[in-house]
C-alpha cells in the first residue's frame, strides 16, 4: 500500500486562514481500513489528528474538533482534511495513515509526510 499526500509542503498560510490536504491510497488496498491523519509539530511526539472508518465514523484529537473536518471518498480511497481557522499551533508535518488488521496484528501504512507552517 502506498499513500500519496497534497497539500501543504512550501505553502505558508497565515493565521486564521484555511488548507485542505488530501491522501490517496494504491496498491493493495485492504478492504478494511481505517484512514487518517496524524502530526508531529517540533519536538513533539506525533499525535492523532482525526481519522475515518470506510463507514463514515470518525474520531479525532477532542481541542481540533470544530477546526478539522476528515472526509473520506472510499471509492478511490482518498482522504481529506479541512483545516479552517488555523494556528501557528498547528504547524507541523502531517502524515496520511492507513490501518488495517491482518489476523491479530494492526498493520500500518504511512505517507511521507507533508508540511504546514501557519506564520503568525
Known amino acids: 500500500v502506498q499513500l500519496q499526500a497534497s497539500g501543504g509542503g512550501l505553502v505558508q498560510v497565515p493565521t486564521g486562514g484555511s488548507l485542505s490536504l488530501s491522501c490517496t491510497a494504491s496498491?493493495?488496498?485492504?478492504?478494511?481500513?481505517?484512514m487518517g491523519w496524524y502530526r508531529q509539530a517540533p519536538g513533539k511526539q506525533r499525535e492523532l489528528v482525526a481519522a475515518i472508518s470506510p463507514d463514515g465514523t470518525t474520531t479525532g484529537a477532542e481541542s481540533l474538533k470544530g477546526r478539522f473536518t476528515i472526509t473520506r471518498h472510499s471509492a478511490n480511497a482518498t482522504v481529506h482534511l479541512q483545516m479552517d481557522s488555523l494556528t501557528p499551533e498547528d504547524t507541523a508535518v502531517y502524515y496520511c495513515n492507513l490501518a488495517t488488521v491482518r489476523g491479530l496484528d494492526l498493520k500500518e501504512y504511512w505517507g511521507q509526510g507533508t508540511l504546514v507552517t501557519v506564520s503568525s
Open positions: 496498491g493493495n488496498i485492504p478492504s478494511v481500513n481505517v
